[in-house]
């Protein structure tokens, strides 16, 4: 009976490392993937159609990651998560299922979209360096809004953590702290100085930091909503005191309680 515990044990800690090796393997080439596309303004994508194909394929490209993004969120869209893991573990790998799914969105996007050729801006050397360092920045402010909101859940351990150790996943508490004090939306704002921020802004890449700025606004909304049913007063009372996206030196915050 021991041996066979033992065995149970090993393979749920097993296929943990493996969703997490995957998850984590996807997420390190999507970062690569954007900020090297981002700074190079898209042309070393590898997408080689022309005219109304590649028209219609960077369309698709462009609306595959938000639409996914925001349905994957839903009830709906939770419940087809379930299907990419084992019964047992489905509902606690969601979390590691949706951030590999969003990053292998981001790859798809970021490398087979099909150059234009054409350019907006392309700042040269050494002025360029004052753009790089923004973009560095922009990142910057990405990954600490994002360890604020709960690192766990945005890089996808959370999940296949929970099941290594055996454990139901413990979701974080509403960010309310660091940039979240400042903005209620820091996450997306910040994408969007990523999409901005490049010395070679190409029509491909504008094409997509516009695209992308208006999901970053708009798409938090949805967000809101269930944050709203979820927290209700205390996320009232948030709203309140901190701006939605951009920050207001006219606005009086205060301090918002945790529990």
């Known amino acids: 009976m021991h041996y066979l515990s033992c065995m149970v044990l090993t393979r749920h800690k097993l296929l943990a490392i493996f969703y997490g090796l995957l998850c984590h393997g996807v997420f390190i080439v999507a970062g690569a993937v954007m900020f090297l596309t981002i700074l190079t303004g898209f042309q070393f994508s590898v997408g080689a159609f022309e005219g109304f194909s590649a028209v219609a394929i960077n369309f698709l490209l462009l609306i595959q990651f938000p639409v996914g993004h925001s349905f994957f969120l ?6 087809i998560l379930e299907i990419f893991a084992p019964k047992s573990y489905a509902k606690s790998l969601r979390t590691t299922v949706y951030a590999t799914i969003a990053s292998t969105q981001l790859i798809l996007l970021f490398s087979l979209w099909n150059f234009s050729g054409v350019f907006i801006w392309k700042i040269e050397t050494p002025a360029n360096m004052v753009m790089i360092l923004l973009n560095l920045l922009s990142w910057a402010l990405l990954s600490v809004s994002s360890i604020q909101a709960g690192y766990k859940v945005q890089t996808g351990s959370l999940g296949w953590t929970s099941v290594f ?21 820091p996450i997306y704002l910040s994408f969007s100085l990523v999409l901005w921020t490049s010395p070679q802004m190409s029509l491909d890449l504008f094409i997509v930091a516009l695209s992308y700025s208006l999901y970053c606004y708009f798409g938090p909304m949805l967000k809101e909503r269930r944050f709203q049913k979820i927290y209700g007063k205390r996320f009232s009372e948030y709203k309140q005191k901190v701006p939605y996206y951009v920050p207001s030196i006219f606005h009086r915050g205060g301090q918002v309680t945790r529990h």
């Open 165 to 185: 150790q055996g454990k139901e996943p413990v979701f974080p508490d509403m960010p309310v702290r660091g940039m979240f004090s400042i903005i209620r939306q």
């Open 74 to 79: 839903s009830k709906r869209g939770m419940k």
